[in-house]
C-alpha cells in the first residue's frame, strides 16, 4: 500500500509517505518548500557549505583507493584497445548511475542512499541498501588498511637499509596499523562533516599523481625483459612476447577485468553523503562533481595502466606495487611511490568510513539528531572491526573476490536502476518510457556481471588456481 502510493505518486503531493508515519523534521521541512520544488529540485535535509572543488577532491578520493594497483594486471589480461573500451564503458556507466541516484534522490527530497531503499521497497530496501554499502566500505577499508599492513613495514626497513625483516614492533604490520589508524584515520574519522576532509582528499589525489608520475618515468627506466632483483634473472628462454605490447588479447584471467574496473570506480555510497553537504545543491551542479571526478580518474587510471602495463608486458603482476618491488626492492623512488600509495590510501579510509557509519546510523537510530558520542563510538566500533579482521585473517584476498563481484555491480548497477525505476512516479514515466527501459537494461546489466564474475571465479576456484582480484 506504502508502495503504491509511492511508485504511482506525484512528488509534490504533501501525502507522500515518510518512513514511521509521522515526517522527520528535515522531511517537514522539505515539504514545507514543495512550492519552490516545483520549480527546481530544493531540498533542506541539511544545509550544506562544501564547495565544488572540496566535493570534487572529496569524491575523486572515494573512486581512487586500492583499485589503480590492479589495473595494469587488467591491460595485460585485455590488451590496450579492449581495456580501454572496457574502462570507458564503466566510466560512462558509473557516471549513468550517478544521474540515477540523483534524480531518485531529488524526487525522495533526502539524499540518503538507504532512503532511496525505504521509498523505493520499504524496510527490506533500506536494509538491503545499509547492508550492502557496509559490507562494500568494510571490504574496501580492509584492502587499504591491508596494503598498509603489508607495504608499511617494507618501506620502514628499506629506509633503514635492511635486506630483511627483523622482530623488531615497528616492523610488525599489525602494531603499524594500530598505530596508523589511532593516530591517523581516528581523528579524521571523527570530523563531523565530510566537507572537512577535502584538503586531506586533495593530499590523497597529489600522492597518486606522484604515484603516477614515478609509473610514467620507470616506463622509460626499467628494461624489459626485467632483471629481476636477487637471486635469479631471466634467462634465455624468454618468449619471444613477452616484451610486446598486445592490443586486443582475452585469456583465462580476461574475466576479472570487469570486477577489478568495477570495484575501481565505486564511489556511489559516497555520492549522496557528498551531495548532502554541497553548497547551493542542484542536481546539475552534483552530476558535474560526479563527471568531473569520474572524468579525473578515468584519466589516472588509463595513464596509469598503459604505463604500468608497457613497463611490465606479460609479467605484470595482479598487484603492480609488488612488481616494482621484484625489479630493486631498494629503489629510492620506489620508496617514495609505495610511501605515497599509503598515504594516499590511508586517506581515503575516514571518506570511505562515512557512509558506513550513515548506513548505521539510519539502521539503528532512524531520526534520531546529531550525537558526538554516537558519531564517534561508530567510527571507533567499525575501525576496531575492520583492524581485527585485517589482523585475523591471513587471506582476505579471497574473501573481497567475492564481495568485489558482489557488491560493486550492486551498487553502481543494481540498485541505482531499481530505485529509479520504482522511485519515480508513474505518471512522470510510464513503464514503458526510455529513461525506465534503459534503467531496467542497466540493472539486468549488473545482473549479468555479477553472475558472470561469480561463475568465473568459481571456475577459477574449482580448477584450484586461486587468483586474487586484483586491487583487492
Ligand atoms: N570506494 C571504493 O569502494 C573503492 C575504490 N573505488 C577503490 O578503487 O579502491
Known amino acids: 500500500m506504502e508502495l503504491q502510493k509511492l511508485s504511482n505518486g506525484n512528488h509534490h503531493d504533501a501525502t507522500v509517505p515518510v518512513e514511521g508515519g509521522a515526517p522527520s523534521e528535515e522531511e517537514e521541512k522539505f515539504l514545507q518548500h514543495k512550492d519552490d520544488a516545483s520549480k527546481r529540485p530544493q531540498f533542506t535535509d541539511f544545509e550544506g557549505k562544501t564547495s565544488f572543488g572540496m566535493s570534487v577532491f572529496n569524491l575523486s578520493n572515494a573512486i581512487m583507493g586500492s583499485g589503480i594497483l590492479g589495473l595494469s594486471y587488467a591491460m595485460s589480461n585485455t590488451g590496450i584497445v579492449l581495456f580501454l573500451i572496457l574502462l570507458t564503458c564503466i566510466a560512462c556507466l558509473s557516471c549513468y548511475s550517478v544521474h540515477l541516484l540523483l534524480r531518485s534522490a531529488g524526487v525522495v527530497g533526502i539524499r540518503a542512499y538507504e532512503q532511496l531503499g525505504f521509498r523505493a521497497f520499504g524496510h527490506a530496501g533500506k536494509i538491503l541498501a545499509a547492508v550492502v554499502i557496509t559490507l562494500h566500505n568494510i571490504g574496501a577499508m580492509s584492502s587499504y588498511l591491508f596494503i598498509v599492513k603489508y607495504e608499511l613495514p617494507l618501506v620502514i626497513q628499506a629506509f633503514l637499509s635492511q635486506t630483511s625483516s627483523s622482530e623488531d614492533w615497528f616492523m610488525n604490520g599489525n602494531y603499524l596499523i594500530i598505530i596508523v589508524t589511532a593516530g591517523i584515520i581516528l581523528p579524521l574519522a571523527m570530523m563531523k562533516h565530510l566537507g572537512y576532509l577535502g584538503y586531506t582528499s586533495g593530499f590523497s589525489l597529489s600522492c597518486m599523481v606522484f604515484f603516477l608520475s614515478a609509473v610514467i618515468y620507470k616506463r622509460f627506466n626499467i628494461a624489459c625483459p626485467l632483471e629481476v632483483f636477487g637471486n635469479f634473472s631471466m634467462n634465455a628462454e624468454i618468449p619471444e612476447d613477452t616484451c610486446t605490447a598486445k592490443f586486443f588479447t582475452i585469456n583465462q584471467e580476461t574475466a576479472y577485468t570487469i570486477p577489478i574496473l568495477a570495484f ?34 578515468f584519466t589516472m587510471y588509463f595513464f596509469t595502466a598503459i604505463f604500468g602495463y608497457l613497463t611490465f608486458y606479460e609479467n605484470t603482476e595482479a598487484e603492480l606495487l609488488h612488481t616494482y618491488n621484484k625489479v630493486d626492492p631498494l629503489d629510492t623512488l620506489i620508496l617514495c611511490v609505495r610511501l605515497a600509495v599509503l598515504v594516499a590510501v590511508t586517506l581515503t579510509v575516514p571518506v570511505v568510513l562515512f557512509p558506513i ?22 567510527a571507533v566500533c567499525l575501525l576496531f572491526a575492520v583492524n581485527l579482521l585485517v589482523i585475523l585473517v591471513p587471506n582476505i584476498r579471497d574473501i573481497f573476490g567475492i564481495t568485489g563481484a558482489t557488491t560493486a555491480p550492486t551498487l553502481i548497477f543494481i540498485l541505482p536502476g531499481l530505485f529509479y525505476i520504482r522511485i519515480i512516479p508513474t505518471n512522470q514515466e510510464p ?29 577459477d576456484w574449482m580448477s584450484g588456481e586461486k587468483r586474487s582480484l586484483g586491487g583487492h
Open 264 to 297: 575501481a570506480f565505486v564511489c556511489h555510497p559516497e555520492v549522496l553523503p557528498i551531495y548532502t553537504e554541497l553548497s547551493n545543491p542542484t542536481k546539475r551542479r552534483m552530476q558535474n562533481i560526479g563527471n568531473v571526478s569520474i572524468l579525473g580518474m
Open 357 to 378: 557509519r550513515r548506513a548505521l546510523l539510519q539502521l539503528l537510530f532512524p531520526g534520531k539528531p546529531f550525537h558526538w558520542l554516537r558519531h564517534i563510538a561508530i
Open 431 to 459: 513503464m514503458n518510457s526510455r529513461p525506465k527501459i534503459q534503467a531496467a537494461c542497466f540493472t539486468a546489466l549488473g545482473f549479468i556481471f555479477m553472475t558472470m564474475s561469480l561463475t568465473f571465479i568459481a571456475l
